[in-house]
């Protein structure tokens, strides 16, 4: 499995990326979507959602199963990934081209309570 060092982790297996206009980029893991199998379709909330920390912010649907998607930090949705119409992308790129949404945050402050890739991969026993 695959837990890029640069990313903040949530025990709801969300990943964070700060980009350098500190925006950030929202997706699952890699072991999220290992565990999920075959994701055939995802849904966010459209652009200029206001969230709060840990709202659902959307849903990602596997062959098995339909998993929610939690907000890892505060704030409103600037971009949606216009690539998850193929949304087998969240299989094969979970952490590139599988990322979710992008958020103005709120709070900054809330990226300190997110993991790191080693606490996330205790987390996961790995």
Known sequence: M???DTLHYTSDHEW???LDDGTVRVGITDFAQSELGDVVFVETKPVGTVLKQHEVFGTVEAVK???DLFAPVA???TKVNEALDAAEVVNSSP???GWMIELTMEDP???SALMTSEEY???VGE
């Open 2 to 4: 695959n837990f890029p």
């Open 16 to 18: 964070v990326k700060v």
């Open 65 to 67: 199963t339909v998993a």
């Open 75 to 77: 704030g409103t949705i």
């Open 95 to 97: 952490y590139e081209e």
């Open 109 to 111: 402050g809330q990226l």
């Open 121 to 123: 991969k205790k987390t």
